[in-house]
């Protein structure tokens, strides 16, 4: 199995556009558009009835105080962890695109109650909802497609995996307020094959790719 993108080249950097944040006129950092990009696949193995797919940042930083501190940047080799930017599942067997923009187009305080996406398919909460949790403009459940807005003080360059699992059942058994953790969980032992594609970003002037 294959997957691939129009909206950006494998290993390359992610336009502006498929981002959550992204650098301002005046020097700063700001909110962009936000739309999900482009995925396509194919080579799915006999006996697919779902796919599940997963975006997953594992470049951000563990030091959560030193995180748009300024006079402050974060090392490159400091320990990092994962960041879920995306998890659906019981994505149809048939489905072989998803198009940009299709299932985000914006930012939206709180998150997405009802976040766009394939007929049948299922959007579960993005780490935006946990990062956000203490802020009361911005507070809620984050579902579905929410793009890179890495630390603009962060020398690291971060990478965004876009995961698509192929799956033997047609549908995961999830709660409603899934993770990536669950889908991981309730898809053990049903996976046929898994694809991926990644894109980079950054929003630290020196950094580049």
Not at 20 to 45: C, E, I, K, M
Not at 61 to 83: C, H, K, L, S
Not at 204 to 209: E, L, N, R, T
């Amino acid at each position: 199995m294959r997957i691939r993108s129009d909206s950006f080249e494998h290993g390359q950097r992610l336009p502006a556009q498929f981002a959550a944040g992204q650098a301002s006129p005046d020097g700063g950092v700001g909110f962009a558009l936000n739309r999900n990009p482009h995925l396509a696949w194919d080579g799915v193995p006999a006996g697919t009835r779902s796919f599940a797919l997963l975006c997953i940042d594992p470049d951000v930083p563990t030091v959560a105080e030193m995180v748009g501190q300024p006079g402050v940047e974060i090392p490159a080799d400091q320990p990092r962890t994962d960041f879920i930017h995306w998890a659906m599942a019981d994505l149809p067997a048939d489905l072989r695109e998803i198009p940009a923009g299709s299932c985000s187009d914006g930012v939206v305080p709180h998150g997405k109650p009802a976040p766009a996406g394939p007929a049948g398919s299922r959007q579960g909460l993005n780490d935006y909802t946990g990062w956000f949790a203490a802020d009361a403009a911005m507070a809620g459940d984050w579902r579905g497609y929410d793009g890179p807005f890495p630390p603009p003080n962060d020398l690291r360059l971060h990478r965004y995996f876009f995961r698509l699992f192929a799956l033997d059942v047609a549908t995961l058994e999830l709660p409603d307020r899934f993770t990536a953790a669950d889908v991981l969980r309730a898809m053990q032992g049903h996976v046929l094959a898994e694809a991926l594609v990644y894109a980079t970003y950054s929003l630290h002037p020196g950094v580049k790719g």
